[in-house]
């Protein structure tokens, strides 16, 4: 966080009141100059205490938007008939819509922009605006979802926890380094609480927000907040399982392969809601039809998109009521194996194609819930099949509710690219640790399988926006990729050279706060490069040696008049440090050096030097690749 000035405790009293908010709190932590440990709970519990209160929130104001939409609304249009269902999703639809037209930057947009350029997030953004986008978000996605939109409230849970996250960000000033962690925290307390999953929310921060930067403080971070939102969420709603599972085993050993097969289908599952989300998405944002006279959803205004939308989920329910809404009470209901297996394939399908349409449309909500749904569905109807087709008196196998729980884990995995949130996420809710093995040999199955797929077609991944989460990767290359070496280069580096004694050298490099030089010859041209620890490895041994033999001098020998041994003629076969400072540095560098183009990006030479652990690229010309232009170094 930052440290205030020794001016600002002897600043007058009408500065002071003049002073913001967060002005006032940064100072305020800074005089109570807690411990790193102390900073780091206090946080977490601000965090996780702030996400779990708004997802109580959230839960309570879906319930009541859900309350006013079927009980209320329903009921007075019911006398025109049945088919008035339709029109709640659109009612729901076009509430979003209006408010998408008056707020543009406020729903979908802010969280994406804020992960990917933090100035953006801590300059031009204030904790008011973050504020009214929170309760923006939470007020569109309770609507959204009360009313039967095909979607999830885990997309939002994990925007509002972030933009708590955010919010703190602001008003403490934190610094850079530590904006993006805040935010990691902040989603992992909305998904915890959401789900009631603890470690789910820690392995979805770590997986989908953090990626690979974390380290150990960023996990105890992470995990109290999430520790502490679903403490706060526990005290509101309980500590009941959100899916309740009949005792469960692997009865065969044959299963172990009926598990390999349901990876494999979910993978192909994945595949259809990732491309239907896709097709979705280019449809309503008028990238498809183009080849078309007039494109049919040109002329639809963008505020009515999502009443579209909430029309055809509803049109859809009229037949499949099923799909309205989170639709966890339809889940629960399909691990109970009460669904024909004809219904089951319709509820697939129509839940994978309603989903990409509410999310393409515009409507507010998050993917988790409908791919656990198409899942359970898909292992549901796997379940029914093989109990169809191997025999009884073959081998045993376990019942249809099994499946459908594995199924619900490959396909969520598959879908969002997140094979431990989704592994624990279904131990989580359902605490039977039976099924952890399977749910590994599936998930992982369908992971590589869909990976592969992408990989090797024009299939394209979901980011996170397209999944209901405005949340995105913080990955550099692609800014990267714009900024040529020849820009950021420097042309002041160390050199040396190739004549010279190793001892000069490592003098010059610990003269200069240098790990490393450039080896030239007389003509001016690159022979090698070394190191602080090319050095190092040639001096230690020497050096161990030397004292070994000065521990035997200085010995008492039992025997007075054994012989010595003589330091002053060194064995030949023996390191001598005298010697080896004395070597010429072109004998010990390293002549194969790894070089970059002065055309090439900042992304490649920061790949190379990640990739062999170098501290600097010499840059160089295809024409001559001895010839030094300057060096990129971190």
């Known amino acids: 966080m930052t440290s205030s000035s020794p001016e600002s405790t002897v600043l007058p009293s009408l500065q002071a009141q003049s002073r913001s908010l967060s002005d006032r709190l940064t100072s305020l932590l800074n005089r109570l100059q807690l411990s790193p440990e102390g900073l780091v709970f206090l946080t977490a519990l601000l965090i996780g205490s702030g996400a779990g209160t708004a997802m109580v929130i959230f839960h309570y104001w879906i319930g009541f938007c859900e309350a006013i939409a079927f009980d209320s609304i329903l009921n007075q249009l019911s006398v025109w008939g049945g088919w008035t269902v339709a029109l709640i999703p659109a009612l729901g639809g076009l509430l979003v819509g209006l408010l998408r037209w008056r707020y543009p930057t406020g729903l979908g947009q802010g969280i994406s922009t804020l992960l990917s350029d933090p100035q953006f997030g801590m300059g031009e953004t204030s904790p008011a605006g973050s504020l009214f986008r929170l309760v923006l978000t939470l007020v569109a996605a309770g609507i959204c979802l009360g009313s039967g939109a095909s979607l999830g409230p885990e997309g939002p849970s994990v925007e509002i926890g972030a933009m ?6 602001q008003l403490f000033q934190v610094s850079q380094s530590r904006y993006r962690l805040l935010l990691g925290a902040g989603a992992a307390a909305g998904l915890a609480a959401g789900f009631n999953a603890p470690i789910a929310g820690i392995f979805f921060a770590l997986e989908m927000v953090l990626g690979t930067v974390f380290t150990a403080p960023s996990i105890s971070l992470i995990l109290l907040s999430a520790v502490v939102a679903t403490i706060v969420s526990k005290a509101s709603f309980g500590s009941d399982l959100l899916f309740g599972l009949p005792a469960y085993q692997v009865i065969s050993d044959w299963e172990w392969g009926l598990y390999v097969g349901l990876g494999i289908l979910a993978s192909g599952l994945s595949l259809l809601l990732i491309q239907s989300i896709q097709t979705a998405r280019a449809c309503f944002e008028q990238v498809a039809f183009r080849w078309l006279p007039m494109n049919p959803l040109a002329q639809i205004p963008t505020p009515l998109k999502p009443m579209l939308g909430g029309l055809i989920v509803g049109s859809a329910a009229l037949s499949l009521p099923q799909v309205l809404g989170v639709g966890y009470g339809t889940l629960e209901l399909i691990l109970k194996d009460a669904f024909p297996t004809e219904l089951l394939g319709r509820l ?9 349409i509410s999310l393409g449309s515009g409507l507010v909500g998050g993917i988790f819930a409908p791919a656990l749904m198409v899942g359970g569905c898909f292992g549901s109807l796997y379940g029914h099949v093989l ?10 196998i376990a019942p249809p509710s099994a499946y459908a729980t594995v199924g619900m884990a490959a396909v969520l995995a598959s879908t969002v690219r997140a094979p431990l949130t989704a592994i624990i996420l279904l131990f989580e809710m359902t605490q039977n640790y039976q099924i952890v093995l399977p749910l590994m040999l599936s998930v992982g199955t369908s992971v590589w399988l869909v990976d592969l797929v992408t990989a090797t077609q024009t299939v394209e991944k979901l980011d996170l926006p397209q999944m209901g989460v405005n949340l995105k990767k913080q990955d550099g290359s692609a800014y990267l990729n714009e900024l040529l070496v020849e820009d950021h ?71 007075p008049d054994s012989a010595e041994p003589d330091l002053d003629k ?17 004998q010990v560098c390293t002549s194969e050096v790894v070089c970059i183009y002065s055309q090439d990006s900042l992304a490649k030479a920061q790949k190379e030097m990640s990739a062999r652990g170098l501290y600097l690229l010499p840059v160089v010309t295809p024409d001559n690749p001895r010839l030094v232009l300057g060096v990129i170094d971190t």
Request: aromatic share 4%; glycine share 4%.
């Open 164 to 169: 708590i996250g955010l919010l703190l960000a």
């Open 348 to 356: 697939m399908l129509a839940k994978v194609g309603l989903t990409a």
């Open 387 to 396: 109990s169809a087709w191997i025999p009884a008196d073959l081998f045993a």
């Open 489 to 559: 280069m420097r042309t002041n580096y160390l050199s040396v050279a190739a004549t010279s004694s190793l001892l000069e050298a490592a003098a010059a490099m610990l003269a200069t706060k240098q790990l490393t030089a450039l080896v030239f010859t007389e003509q001016q041209q690159l022979c090698g490069i070394i190191s602080l620890g090319d050095v190092r490895k040639q001096i230690v041994p020497a050096i161990a040696h030397s004292e070994k033999n000065l521990s035997i001098k200085f010995t008492d020998s039992a025997e």
């Open 570 to 586: 060194p064995d030949a076969h023996e390191p001598n440090l005298e010697i080896i400072l004395q070597q010429l540095v072109e």
